[in-house]
């Protein structure tokens, strides 16, 4: 009979602890990624959320803050308020609060308002509103003014203005954006039987220049265009008092040259000009331009189409 010789082999302690604690580790990383997962599922749910609750705000302020025409309340409200909407920058195709005179409010009603609330809204036709530089090109500087700045104020001034007298408006520059000039001949082009474009700028010249004040128009030898520069130069200076530098004729300007219905430039005023630029600068100033462009396109189209 063999004897067979056993062994006491000893348990590798080591080893038992390296798979302890890698267990240990793998349990924790799952751990880790489900509090992870959990998180990132509650904070989509919370983003969602607060957009939908924004969502939700901005539909219910602009719902309560939509502006109409006068004309859309003609029959329900005998008086409005012309709101201040120039500095919006949004494209609003309404520039009218509807208001209902009492003894707190009689100071805020609008009189021209009044004045024109018989005009059937949209029936003069489209005027074309195109704001000048914009974005990255700020234009002309002077007199702590920026021209871009001024030309989208008075746009939307203008904008009032023509839709208060009964045209329709489109803007080619309703926000501080850049657009490119064969952009905004393109945008006009694509426009159905607009009665002519408007495009407001600012003047400027260099010191070696000289000086130089009053306003101007710019545009293309096309029928129309002239008709139109003389006649809003001449309206516009005379109700704002300012110098008439008359119509002048370039090839080479984009939205005049490029574009089919009579358009010009119109040159506010020089922002180099102390004086010029103190006026410009001033609200009450750019209202009464505005209502002098509209002027000269009332005068416009009375005698260009109407004959």
Same mark, same amino acid.
């Given at each position: 009979?063999?004897?067979?010789?056993?062994?006491?082999?000893?348990?590798?302690?080591?080893?038992?602890?390296?798979?302890?604690?890698?267990?240990?580790?793998?349990?924790?990383?799952?751990?880790?990624?489900?509090?992870?997962?959990?998180?990132?599922?509650?904070?989509?749910?919370?983003?969602?959320?607060?957009?939908?609750?924004?969502?939700?705000?901005?539909?219910?302020?602009?719902?309560?803050?939509?502006?109409?025409?006068?004309?859309?309340?003609?029959?329900?409200?005998?008086?409005?308020?012309?709101?201040?909407?120039?500095?919006?920058?949004?494209?609003?195709?309404?520039?009218?609060?509807?208001?209902?005179?009492?003894?707190?409010?009689?100071?805020?009603?609008?009189?021209?308002?009044?004045?024109?609330?018989?005009?059937?809204?949209?029936?003069?036709?489209?005027?074309?509103?195109?704001?000048?530089?914009?974005?990255?090109?700020?234009?002309? *500087?002077?007199?702590?003014?920026?021209?871009?700045?001024?030309?989208?104020?008075?746009?939307?001034?203008?904008?009032?203005?023509?839709?208060?007298?009964?045209?329709?408006?489109?803007?080619?520059?309703?926000?501080?954006?850049?657009?490119?000039?064969?952009?905004?001949?393109?945008?006009?082009?694509?426009?159905?039987?607009?009665?002519?474009?408007?495009?407001?700028?600012?003047?400027?010249?260099?010191?070696?220049?000289?000086?130089?004040?009053?306003? *101007?128009?710019?545009?293309?030898?096309?029928?129309?265009?002239?008709?139109?520069?003389?006649?809003?130069?001449?309206?516009?200076?005379?109700?704002?008092?300012?110098?008439?530098?008359?119509?002048?004729?370039?090839?080479?300007?984009?939205?005049?040259?490029?574009?089919?219905?009579?358009?010009?430039?119109?040159?506010?005023?020089?922002?180099?000009?102390?004086?010029?630029?103190?006026?410009?600068?001033?609200?009450?100033?750019?209202?009464?331009?505005? *209502?002098?462009?509209?002027?000269?396109?009332?005068?416009?189209?009375?005698?260009?189409?109407?004959?």
């Amino acid at each position: 009979m063999s004897s067979r010789a056993t062994y006491n082999v000893p348990y590798d302690t080591s080893e038992r602890e390296r798979r302890k604690k890698a267990f240990i580790r793998r349990r924790k990383r799952k751990r880790l990624m489900v509090i992870m997962s959990f998180f990132a599922v509650a904070l989509v749910l919370v983003i969602a959320i607060i957009a939908l609750t924004v969502g939700l705000i901005k539909k219910l302020i602009n719902e309560h803050n939509e502006k109409m025409t006068y004309n859309d309340y003609v029959g329900q409200y005998s008086e409005i308020w012309l709101v201040d909407n120039s500095n919006a920058g949004k494209g609003d195709q309404g520039a009218f609060f509807v208001i209902e005179q009492t003894d707190e409010t009689k100071e805020k009603v609008n009189a021209k308002a009044l004045k024109y609330k018989d005009i059937v809204p949209g029936s003069k036709g489209l005027v074309i509103v195109d704001a000048g530089h914009g974005g990255y090109d700020g234009g002309a *500087e002077g007199n702590g003014l920026l021209e871009k700045t001024l030309n989208l104020e008075i746009s939307y001034l203008l904008k009032d203005e023509l839709l208060l007298r009964g045209y329709t408006v489109h803007m080619t520059r309703p926000t501080d954006e850049f657009v490119g000039l064969t952009q905004r001949a393109s945008i006009a082009n694509s426009l159905d039987n607009p009665v002519c474009l408007i495009s407001i700028h600012q003047n400027s010249l260099d010191e070696s220049e000289g000086s130089a004040s009053g306003m *101007e128009s710019w545009t293309y030898d096309r029928e129309g265009c002239k008709e139109l520069g003389d006649a809003v130069v001449e309206a516009t200076a005379k109700r704002t008092g300012s110098n008439n530098r008359g119509t002048h004729f370039r090839k080479n300007l984009v939205v005049t040259s490029k574009t089919t219905m009579p358009a010009i430039i119109f040159e506010c005023g020089y922002v180099t000009d102390k004086s010029d630029a103190e006026k410009l600068g001033n609200r009450a100033y750019q209202e009464k331009i505005a *209502e002098g462009i509209v002027d000269g396109i009332d005068n416009f189209v009375a005698s260009f189409y109407d004959n």
